[in-house]
T-cell receptor
Framework: AQSVTQLDSQVPVFEEAPVELRCNYSSSVSVYLFWYVQYPNQGLQLLLKYLSGSTLVKGINGFEAEFNKSQTSFHLRKPSVHISDTAEYFC????????????????FGTGTRLLVSP | ETGVTQTPRHLVMGMTNKKSLKCEQH?????MYWYKQSAKKPLELMFV???????ENNSVPSRFSPECPNSSHLFLHLHTLQPEDSALYLC?????????????FGPGTRLTVL
């Protein structure tokens, strides 16, 4: 089974500073990788995804992530954060479901809370 | 209404109560999902429905009973819950379930079991 590790439970950063949120996954096969964001009192929203092709993936709100197969990592970066980026960020990897029907389910990490202060 | 909506947004219930959570998607999708989000734990997939048929059940206790009357509506019926069932319950939908299809999430129902 797949697993996703987000080592940092919380990352404090000042406004306009760069940030990197780390994600490592365990897999011996090809995977799809995702980053979701959850703002307070809201559901999850897809930030970006890696399915194939270029290892540098650009998403919404100025975020980008780089897929590194040799290090099994998919770290999320933003060169300059805003107060409005304060939220919980979840890394996820796809995994085949239990029903052997080809269904791909998402396996999530525990999340990283990004706290942006003025 | 747009996207995925969930009602109620907050629910407090005793262990002997019976209640239901409702999810509705306005995206024309065919697959719907229930997730449980507990503090300090990864999001857990509970159930998946594709074209109203349940395709995944990740060993969820029988005190949680899902119902999918059509592709737009999904319910989670709750009975004799335990305090450890307190969590945020998220509903999601996707166009289809094969390979990867982006999932769109609702805002969740915050459940507290006393």
């Amino acid at each position: 089974a797949q697993s996703v590790t987000q080592l940092d439970s919380q990352v404090p950063v000042f406004e306009e500073a760069p940030v990197e949120l780390r994600c490592n996954y365990s897999s011996s096969v090809s995977v799809y990788l995702f980053w979701y964001v959850q703002y307070p009192n809201q559901g999850l929203q897809l930030l970006l995804k890696y399915l194939s092709g270029s290892t540098l993936v650009k998403g919404i709100n100025g975020f980008e992530a780089e897929f590194n197969k040799s290090q099994t990592s998919f770290h999320l970066r933003k060169p300059s954060v805003h107060i409005s980026d304060t939220a919980e960020y979840f890394c996820a990897v796809s995994e085949e479901g239990t029903s052997n029907t080809g269904f791909q389910k998402l396996v999530f990490g525990t999340g990283t809370r990004l706290l942006v202060s003025p | 209404e747009t996207g995925v909506t969930q009602t109620p947004r907050h629910l407090v219930m005793g262990m002997t109560n019976k209640k239901s959570l409702k999810c509705e998607q306005h995206l024309g999708h065919n697959a719907m999902y229930w997730y449980k989000q507990s503090a300090k734990k990864p999001l857990e997939l509970m159930f998946v429905y594709n074209f109203k048929e349940q395709t995944e059940n990740n060993s969820v206790p029988s005190r949680f009973s899902p119902e999918c009357p059509n592709s737009s509506h999904l319910f989670l019926h709750l009975h004799t819950l335990q305090p450890e069932d307190s969590a945020l319950y998220l509903c999601a939908s996707s166009q289809d379930w094969g390979d990867y299809n982006e999932q769109f999430f609702g805002p969740g129902t915050r459940l507290t079991v006393l």
